[in-house]
């Protein structure tokens, strides 16, 4: 059974930095693209950034010269960077990944739990 787990949310003043980790563990035959996603309180979920399975990056304008995103491959795990934090980055974020598990024929979408983050005074 394949699971993605996050962790290194919490809470931040602004201007500080946080670093978001998943890690998908399971009968993982291959994983293609991870992301991550945000949503606050009263709005839509939103993409912050991607990484594909050969490092090609995509990042959100909020995002873009704050975050970065990386992948480690040996450890099926996806990082997320975040500096220079604002209270408008206050959202739950969510981890996604693209994989094939064993003895599937598809690729499935796979989501994390999600973990706060909040930026405050």
């Known amino acids: 059974q394949v699971q993605l787990v996050e962790s290194g949310g919490g809470l931040v003043q602004p201007g500080g930095s946080l670093r978001l980790s998943c890690a998908a563990s399971g009968t993982i035959f291959s994983i293609n693209a991870m992301a991550w996603h945000r949503q606050a309180l009263g709005k839509e979920r939103e993409l912050v950034a991607r990484v594909a399975s050969g490092d090609s990056t995509n990042y959100a304008d909020s995002a873009k010269g704050r975050f970065t995103i990386s992948r480690d491959n040996d450890k099926n795990t996806v990082y997320l960077q975040m500096n220079n934090l604002q209270p408008d980055d206050t959202a739950v974020y969510y981890c996604?990944?693209?994989?094939?598990?064993?003895?599937?024929?598809?690729?499935?979408?796979?989501w994390g739990q999600g973990t706060q983050v909040t930026v405050s005074s």
């Open positions: 996604n990944a693209e994989i094939k598990p064993y003895r599937y024929w598809t690729v499935r979408d796979y």
